[in-house]
């Protein structure tokens, strides 16, 4: 059964810093994954969407890597803000068509 | 733009009352989704419905109920609400897989209050 994780819980740092959130899957047979952001009381949004045969995607200051073979992908904050304040969490979607999340990262910039 | 609405942000409830959650999507998707989210435990996949009428089981169904009678309306159903279905449902859609993009996109979020 898939299961993904993310490290760290949760992170804080000041603002201007490059930071890097981690995500880990167990099985490498997936269709893509995509990086969530969550501001507290509120539904998901989306960042980014890597393609199984893609090795990253990149929107502003976001850049999200994906190395299917060893599990891995890792979603880069350049210059943080503390508008980026927020939960980041990333989910593999698998043949079945359907979503496992990993459990978030809680991110708090400080000015 | 995408955009998923979730009727009710915000409902209390009584114990065993029925409780009906509604999402409308308005980009023609196939796929439609209903998760629970509660502290420590992430995102949870209730069901999921890939066509209308049609429905499959997620991680934690039991004393849920779905419904799908067109395309862009996907119902939660609690049949008989208990004070452990407290938490927040949110809804998503996508395109199935395959077709252009598969990302998916998430409503606002439904705060449920079992009382």
């Known amino acids: 059964k898939q299961e993904v994780t993310q490290i760290p819980a949760a992170l804080s740092v000041p603002e201007g810093e490059n930071l890097v959130l981690n995500c880990s899957f167990t099985?490498?047979?997936?269709?893509?994954l995509q990086w969530f952001r969550q501001d507290p009381g509120k539904g998901l949004t989306s960042l980014l969407l890597?393609?199984?045969?893609?090795r990253e995607q990149t929107s502003g200051r976001l850049n999200a890597s994906l190395d299917k073979s060893s599990g891995r992908s890792t979603l880069y904050i350049a210059a943080s803000q503390p508008g980026d304040s927020a939960t980041y969490l990333c989910?593999?979607?698998?043949?079945?068509?359907?979503?496992?999340f990993g459990t978030g990262t809680r991110l708090q910039v400080f000015p | 733009d995408v955009k998923v609405t979730q009727s009710s942000r915000y409902l209390v409830k009584r114990t065993g009352e029925k409780v009906f959650l509604e999402c409308v999507q308005d980009?023609?998707?196939?796929?439609m989704f209903w998760y629970r989210q509660d502290p420590g435990l992430g995102l949870r996949l209730i069901y999921f419905?890939?066509?209308?009428?049609?429905?499959e089981k997620g991680d934690i169904p039991e004393g849920y109920s779905v419904s799908r009678e067109k395309k862009e309306r996907f119902s939660l159903i609690l049949e008989s609400a208990s004070t452990n279905q407290t938490s927040m449902y949110l809804c998503?859609?996508?395109?199935?897989?395959?077709?252009?993009?598969?990302?998916?996109?998430f409503g606002e979020g439904s705060w449920l209050t079992v009382v």
């Open positions: 998503a859609s996508s395109f199935a897989l395959g077709l252009s993009g598969n990302t998916i996109y």
């Open positions: 099985d490498s047979a997936i269709y893509n």
């Open positions: 890597i393609q199984s045969s893609q």
């Open positions: 989910a593999v979607r698998d043949n079945t068509d359907k979503l496992i």
């Open positions: 980009m023609d998707h196939e796929n």
């Open positions: 419905s890939y066509d209308v009428k049609m429905k």
